[in-house]
């Protein structure tokens, strides 16, 4: 089917609908193709499970905050530890991304929907189902999974009927990400305006394709290592069973062979994001539009042959523990381009300091310090020291927490206006950004001194030598974890009212959701707009007139 020919198809089956808005009632959002509604979810949905694996976080912290077994016996913390990391990236980071992708990717590209508006609604449906499954590990005989989420074995299989529970979830959520995937890539290759060619496209798009690619290709990689756990608990195979000729080792090489893309699946998007709303505050085109893009497809090639530096303490050859080193320091390169093309974006721009900007330098400056300490990990024999310690939990909470999540924080303040018709209280706005920004580094950067110190990992109980800085950190996570309840008050305030929102938001936005109403319109773009770039800021889509 020709661009022309699906977007006809899609006017077509908007029109047999009513023009005028969605139905009333709570159906809508059971039956709902709409785009718009199905973002709405995966953001929502993202929200509450960010809640919910952050009340765990809060649990680790508080028994953490002293020594001495307090408020968790050490099984429960373990399923505590192991249902914190599912959720936050099964259920917030990669749900809230989705949302994105799908409130943002047609109006971006001049699409009325995507391309498959009823696997759409499938591929988020799935998702309330596979965590209810999961959720409702707590309450089975033995408890929640408590072996990482990692799901090493043997550690995971020594769980009762939690293991197959935990199993189907994770089927589940693959499936999900995988429906969401070829949906994305069917939308940007096959529903673009006429003349918005793949270089005009904006670099959120951009980043949603890699990731998209990313996506299909590392969810079966998972899939397939929890089948073969999946049949040695049950079906009396030894795949990862040493007493049977398997291996354990092997289920770490294939698990991280999904686990390193699925990094840069949480921190592409992100990057997207950020590419949209440094340039609108700095009041200029990003600099190196194409470098950008070239950057992150690189990014997403070299993620594939880095997995084992998660593993150079297993007993690798030596030549293998060099090859995952150098592909290890190669992937910072790209990297390094995205976080120099951010600085000579702002360098002698007209700078504003509204609360998306505000996240949005946080998060380049501090995902900057993940970068850095990723580096540090990447050097073979100073990992030997640093595994397994709270320096790798600081490090890649830096990279998730101040990277993936200050961005979908960032791209929530900035569309916001867009989407609900009203403008935020500013004010408000950075309150919520101070509070976070101060609170996240009292809680995450005492982390790298506990892990230089020797804190292992996923303990419940610590040497004294520890209390000082475990201390500190969990009145961070305090700090951190209520502050966001401000977010919450933020958005639903918003939603409800206040200043009305003008069509563009921001002055100096540049692209095609800024040319729609605010709030943008249920249908958009039933007929495509034509596109034309801006020739003095390449990488810019312009509707011409």
Do not use: C
């Not at 001495?68 to 505590?80: E, M, R, S, V």
């Not at 009927?161 to 949906?183: D, Q, R, T």
């Not at 998007?269 to 949209?276: D, K, L, N, T, Y």
């Not at 990014?299 to 042959?305: L, M």
Request: proline content about 7%.
């Amino acid at each position: 089917m020709s661009a022309n020919q699906a977007h006809a198809h899609a006017a077509d089956s908007i029109a047999e609908h009513d023009h005028h808005g969605p139905p009333p009632g709570l159906l809508r959002w059971v039956f709902t193709t709409n785009h718009k509604d199905i973002g709405t979810l995966y953001l929502w949905f993202a929200l509450i499970m960010f809640f919910v694996g952050g009340a765990l976080a809060l649990g680790i912290r508080a028994e953490l905050f002293k020594p001495g077994l307090q408020l968790l016996d050490p099984h429960l913390f373990n399923q505590f530890t192991t249902m914190h990391a599912l959720i936050m990236i099964f259920g917030a980071v990669m749900p809230a991304f989705v949302g994105f992708a799908n409130w943002l990717v047609p109006m971006m590209i001049g699409a009325p929907d995507m391309a498959l508006p009823r696997m759409n609604n499938w591929s988020f449906w799935i998702l309330p189902f596979a965590f209810t499954l999961l959720l409702a590990t707590f309450f089975m005989p033995g408890g929640a999974p408590a072996g990482g989420w990692t799901m090493y074995p043997p550690l995971v299989l020594q769980g009762g009927s939690n293991v197959a529970f935990l199993i189907f979830a994770v089927h589940m959520m693959g499936i999900s990400s995988i429906m969401g995937a070829i949906n994305v890539i069917v939308t940007i290759l096959n529903m673009r305006a006429p003349g918005m060619t793949l270089l005009r496209m904006p670099l959120f798009v951009w980043s949603w394709l890699i990731t998209a690619f990313l996506l299909i290709a590392a969810m079966p990689v998972l899939a397939g290592a929890v089948t073969m756990l999946l049949t040695d608990k049950f079906f009396g195979t030894s795949f990862f069973n040493a007493a049977g000729g398997g291996d354990p080792v092997m289920f770490q090489h294939i698990f991280w062979f999904f686990g390193h893309p699925e990094v840069y699946i949480m921190i592409l998007p992100a990057f997207g994001i950020i590419s949209q709303i440094i340039p609108t505050f700095s009041r200029k085109p990003l600099f190196g539009y194409e470098s950008m893009v070239y950057a992150t497809a690189s990014i997403a090639f070299i993620s594939f042959i880095v997995w084992a530096h998660h593993m150079f303490t297993v007993g690798m050859p030596l030549t293998g523990e060099l090859f995952f080193m150098y592909t290890t320091m190669l992937i910072a390169v790209p990297t390094g381009v995205k976080v120099f093309n951010w600085m000579a974006t702002m360098w002698r721009g007209s700078m504003t300091f509204e609360t998306p900007m505000l996240w949005a330098i946080a998060f380049v400056v501090l995902f900057t310090i993940g970068g850095f300490s990723g580096l540090m990990l990447a050097i073979t024999p100073v990992d030997f020291q640093y595994h397994d310690t709270y320096f790798v939990v600081a490090h890649f909470h830096y990279v998730l927490v101040t990277g993936a999540v200050f961005a979908i924080i960032a791209g929530a303040y900035y569309w916001l206006p867009k989407w609900t018709g009203h403008n935020y209280d500013e004010t408000l706005g950075k309150w919520h950004f101070w509070l976070s920004t101060i609170s996240v580094n009292v809680l995450f950067f005492p982390q790298h001194f506990l892990g230089l110190a020797g804190m292992p990992r996923r303990i419940p109980d610590y040497a004294l030598q520890f209390a000082d800085w475990n201390m500190v950190s969990s009145v961070g996570a305090f700090v951190f974890g209520f502050s966001q309840l401000l977010f919450v008050y933020i958005v639903v305030q918003t939603i409800r009212g206040g200043k009305k929102a003008t069509d563009q938001v921001w002055e100096g936005a540049e692209g095609l959701e800024w040319t729609l109403a605010s709030p943008a319109p249920y249908h958009t773009f039933e007929q495509p707009p034509s596109i034309k770039e801006d020739s003095a800021h390449p990488g810019t889509p312009l509707p011409a007139h």
